[in-house]
């Protein structure tokens, strides 16, 4: 069974940086695609980034385009979220995601095409 431990979030300023981490433990042939999802308080979880089993291909939600860098180091089983010029409203809990069903390339931007989630990791951005 595949689990997902988030680390990395804390508090930072507008116009600051994280990294969050997230490792994936027990099943690590991590031929699927991971994803980074978040929710606010009072809010729906939203699609934040998701990047191909390979890393060959990644996906932005249009909030953090530009700013937010996903990547993935299957060596390590691990998949990373870059977070710069950070702003108030990315405040929330940050999730990472696989979606171990998917059958060929790309990965889904749909929080309902992942089937294993991690516990979060909370990010707070002050102005």
């Known amino acids: 069974q595949v689990r997902l431990v988030e680390s990395g979030g804390g508090l930072v300023q507008a116009g600051g940086s994280l990294r969050l981490t997230c490792t994936v433990s027990g099943r690590t042939n991590t031929f699927y695609p991971l994803g980074w999802f978040r929710q606010a308080p009072g809010k729906e979880r939203e699609f934040v980034a998701a990047i191909s089993w390979g890393g060959g291909t990644a996906y932005y939600a249009d909030s953090v385009k530009g700013r937010f860098t996903i990547s993935r180091d299957n060596a390590k089983n691990t998949v990373y979220l870059q977070m710069n010029s950070l702003k108030p409203e990315d405040t929330a809990i940050y999730y990472c995601?696989?979606?171990?069903?998917?059958?060929?390339?790309?990965?889904?931007?749909?929080?309902?095409?992942?089937?294993?989630w991690g516990q979060g990791t909370q990010v707070t951005v002050s102005s």
């Open positions: 995601a696989a979606d171990q069903t998917r059958v060929g390339g790309g990965a889904s931007t749909g929080p309902y095409d992942y089937d294993t």
